[in-house]
């Protein structure tokens, strides 16, 4: 079993930065894929980014340019730099990781971009 613990989220300004953090802890070796999903009140989560044990990415459109994952391999530790931040940007922030076939989700943090 993996436990992906995240934290970082909370509120902020249109326009300021926030950094998430997703820990992986338990038998959390050959880790692959680690991702951060959203999801919005009313809408369905879906993936904000995602990036490999190589360091290769993937991001939703609507959030190229302002944000950006990265990973600690050594800490099975993913990141995700939150920069030019909307009031859109509004969700819980999920972190997952796989595993071979088996993939893992964390609590979730909030996220909340409001003047």
């Known amino acids: 079993q993996v436990q992906l613990v995240e934290s970082g989220g909370g509120l902020v300004q249109p326009g300021g930065s926030l950094r998430l953090s997703c820990a992986a802890s338990g038998r959390a070796f050959d880790i692959s894929t680690m991702g951060w999903y959203r999801q919005a009140p009313g809408k369905q989560r879906v993936l904000v980014a995602a990036?490999?044990?190589?360091?290769?990415?993937n991001y939703a459109d609507s959030v190229k340019g302002r944000f950006t994952i990265s990973r600690d391999n050594a800490k099975n530790t993913v990141y995700l730099q939150m920069n030019s931040l909307k009031p859109e940007d509004t969700a819980v922030y999920y972190c997952?990781?796989?595993?071979?076939?088996?993939?893992?989700w964390g609590q979730g943090t909030q996220v909340t971009v409001s003047s």
């Open positions: 990036i490999t044990r190589a360091g290769g990415t």
């Open positions: 997952n990781a796989w595993q071979l076939l088996t993939v893992y």
